[in-house]
């Protein structure tokens, strides 16, 4: 009995527990960039501010939309809404 062997698998290693280099990156600066506006805002609003950079890096590091991350997702659609889209018909004969 013969199995296949899936090829040309990437999977980018866990280096820092759960989280791949990139994703901890992008955690790291969101709570950087919280620990700095700490200092910066009153509580009340540092708390909303810091709820939602954190959230919304945590959102930008494990939502996927189909089967690509968001980043991605977010990469192709400013690409698409800035090339310049040329449609050109021509009539058969």
Do not use: C, D, H
Not at 8 to 14: S, T, V
Not at 15 to 27: C, H, L, R, V
Not at 59 to 66: A, Q
Not at 68 to 73: F, H, K, S, V
């Amino acid at each position: 009995m013969q199995f296949l062997v899936p090829q040309f698998i990437e999977r980018n290693p866990k280096i820092f527990g759960p989280f791949t280099f990139k994703q901890f990156i992008i955690i790291g600066i969101a709570i950087a960039i919280s620990i700095g506006l700490f200092f910066v805002l009153p509580y009340g609003i540092f708390i909303i501010v810091a709820l939602l950079l954190i959230g919304g890096s945590v959102m930008f590091v494990f939502f996927r939309v189909g089967r690509e991350p968001l980043p991605t997702y977010f990469k192709n659609l400013i690409i698409f809404g800035t090339a310049p889209k040329i449609y050109i018909w021509k009539k058969k004969k």
